[in-house]
């Protein structure tokens, strides 16, 4: 998360209510919100965050289930310029988990999923920091971006998107660089064919039947994926805006540092380089078993040290602390 998200005032609880639930992939869902009356709609802007508070039912040690509050932070995953927002909820933690302090679960998002259904009255606060990871390029100052997203945290870029598809400002430029560790959850990928869209319930990408549709449409919106654990990667369609390549960003098949920026991004020395997802994603900075923190390089060191990037042309947005072994 950006350092300042700090702010004196409680901001202020709103109710909305869920009018689409659409399944993205095996463990993510997006939610369509609308405000339950004209006064409880409110500005944003893009890459700004709301929490969710819901009752959820969840399970303890003893297999018994409890009712309780529980609070999450998410992106805001559509566009200021639309009537609804849209949020993307990603489960981290398994269905059942229990925490082995309090012997209960403490998971969010699995029993968000399983239990929230269209119809239903939601409460949300929006953050009201105006100094977010994206703020310059909400406020037009930074208008040539390389974002750079972990497997959970392209929701922001999709706000970013939708907003590009709505302004159709030919001055914005966006390079998505999405990394994740495959395309599917299934073994066999040995028919993946990029100009195909995959089946939801076996897809491993948020957004990626989306992504590879509105690329059609923006001229200034290129994605680059990349699979980290994946053997075959889709093949290239001829579409020189959607990149596929292995293994991690930064690093050649070869183990030597490739400059994956100025391979595939646009006119480096302008570029805003925001990076969403974990910490192992941003900084490589992860939790071990014994509690300690373990602090390596991510997409941030990497920018600054192979790309030259001066650390003002960054900025980042975490989603949680990355444990080691827990994925
Ligand atoms: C500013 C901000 C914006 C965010 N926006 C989004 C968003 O748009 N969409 C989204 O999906 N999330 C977003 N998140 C993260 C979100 O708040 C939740 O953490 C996420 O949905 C996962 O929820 P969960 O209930 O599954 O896991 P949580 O209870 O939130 O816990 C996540 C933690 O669980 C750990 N974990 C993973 N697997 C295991 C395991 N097997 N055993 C034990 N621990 C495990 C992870 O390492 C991580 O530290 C955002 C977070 C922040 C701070």
Redesign the pocket.
Known sequence: ?SEN?SESRSPHEYEWQIIEKVRETHD?YTYSLKPNSASERFNFGIGQ?VTLSALLKRPTASGDFEESV?N??????SSPTRDYIE????????YG?INPVTKKS???????NQQVKIGDKIKLKL?PSKEHFLSKVDAGIEKNIAYWSGA??A??ARCLIQFMEDKKDSGQDLVLFYSNTKLSIESDNSQINNTEHHPVESLNVIYYNWLLDVVKKLENLKVVFTFTREQEIPTASGDSRIIFRKGRFFLNSDGSPERTLTKYGNNIETSFNPVCG?SAFINGTV?LPDGKLSKGKGILQNLIEIEGIRPEKTDK???????V???
Do not use: C, V, W
């Open positions: 998360m998200h993510t965050f529980a999450r932070a998410y992106s805001i995953a949020l993307t909820i990603k489960e981290e933690k398994p988990y403490d998971a969010f998002a699995a029993y968000f953050n959970n945290g929701q922001s974990s939790r947005e975490q989603f949680y602390l990355q444990q072994g827990a994925n």
